[in-house]
């Protein structure tokens, strides 16, 4: 502190009273022997001077015999109380002090006797950082689904299942289960807000070479039962399997008139994420679809049929595949499942080995 500059601030400045406290545990001595010492030997005396330590915030401090940091024979005379005192320079005195005169800012009490310079303040007690508690009860939390999975031997399991909000479609990665040692069952929960239900299963699962277990897939849409040969002859890694309400809106007047109410399904397949035509009917997959005939309909039950809105049905022209497939299936010409040559719009699919077999036959011949 510039004592020379406090003092011509103080002469310009005439002040009745001046209060003095140091709020510093540890320079609190230094400050008061160094700095308060030059303070008042520059005072008038006509100037009160109340000094209060506090170096009661010391724990070893607290209390009414501990003597403040200045020593006595410093200047004046000197009055304590609980760490709290006054020091005046010989021949300074107080008088008209009324009890109580003083006010500490942040203290919650401060008492001061008449003519006395000798403060007691009270401070409260430092509260801790409030705790912010954030009441979640009113925020609805994201459900949990788990599907159920039972495998050949009855050991039952479940897997998580994802819900994709974009395409409302719920889930299920069922890896790459083993269907030579039996079936497989796998029940989705019902998910709600979605419209479609997807199982994800590698294609070397669903690639025997002979008739082996079946992997059904239960939903509230419908039921798929797939055997473990629907793939058999088509390569790719991951295959994908949809189930789901259709869209009636993009329908025909006269389609969308005749399925009423009644259920709209949609199927489809993937592999690897590309959406393919798939039709073997050596490894026919089931659908099951749960639906509540009328009165009318049980009535007539033979009348009850299902119609195809697109892909294979019979009243739809052949293509090349499926002729090519009934006609060596009729000749019993089995299918080339390594072929080495084939046509160049062969692909990848369920026809494609009886394309080849029929490449180099004597049907291709004639």
Not at 60 to 66: G, H, I, M, S
Not at 69 to 84: A, K
């Given at each position: 502190m510039d004592v020379e500059r406090v003092c011509v601030f103080l002469e310009e400045l005439k002040p009745d009273t001046i209060v003095w406290c140091l709020v510093s545990k540890n320079d609190e001595e230094s400050l008061s022997k160094i700095e308060l010492s030059g303070l008042i030997e520059n005072l008038s005396p006509d100037v009160r001077f109340v000094?209060?330590?506090?170096?009661?915030?010391?724990?070893?401090?607290?209390?009414?015999?501990?003597?403040?940091?200045?020593?006595?024979?410093?200047?004046?005379?000197?009055?304590?109380?609980?760490?709290?005192?006054i020091r005046l320079k010989s021949g300074y005195t107080l008088n008209g002090i009324t009890e109580d005169f003083f006010t500490v800012a942040g203290a919650s009490s401060a008492n001061n006797a008449a003519n006395s310079g000798v403060i007691t303040a009270t401070f409260p007690e430092t509260e801790s950082e409030p705790k912010i508690v954030i009441d979640t009860s009113g925020i609805p939390k994201t459900p949990e689904y788990k599907a159920k999975v039972k495998m050949p031997d009855g050991t039952e399991l479940s897997l998580l299942v994802t819900v994709e909000d974009v395409t409302k479609t719920a889930f299920i990665d069922a890896g790459s289960p083993d269907l030579a040692l039996g079936d497989v069952e796998i029940t989705m929960p019902s998910v709600q807000g979605v419209n479609a239900y997807a199982l994800g299963i590698s294609v070397a699962s669903l690639s025997a070479n002979e008739k082996q277990g079946t992997l059904t897939f239960n939903t509230d849409t419908g039921s798929i039962a797939i055997p473990a040969d629907m793939l058999k002859g088509i390569s790719g890694s991951k295959r994908t399997v949809t189930i789901g309400q259709g869209d009636k809106n993009g329908l025909p007047p006269d389609v969308k008139a005749a399925i009423g109410s009644r259920p709209l399904i949609r199927l489809m397949l993937s592999i690897d994420g590309a959406q393919i035509d798939w039709n073997n009917p050596d490894a026919p997959v089931t659908v099951s679809i749960p639906y509540t005939p009328t009165e009318e309909e049980l009535a007539h039950p033979e009348s009850i049929v299902v119609r195809y809105i697109d892909g294979y049905s019979p009243s739809s022209m052949l293509t090349r595949g499926e002729f090519i497939v009934m006609l060596m299936r009729a000749y019993g010409i089995e299918p080339d499942m390594n072929p080495t040559d084939n046509f160049s719009d062969a692909g990848n699919t369920y026809y494609t080995g009886y394309l080849a077999a029929q490449k180099g036959s004597r049907l291709q011949k004639a």
């Open positions: 000094y209060i330590s506090t170096t009661f915030i010391s724990d070893a401090c607290k209390n009414e015999e501990y003597i403040p940091v200045i020593d006595e024979n410093s200047f004046g005379s000197c009055h304590h109380s609980n760490g709290s005192n």
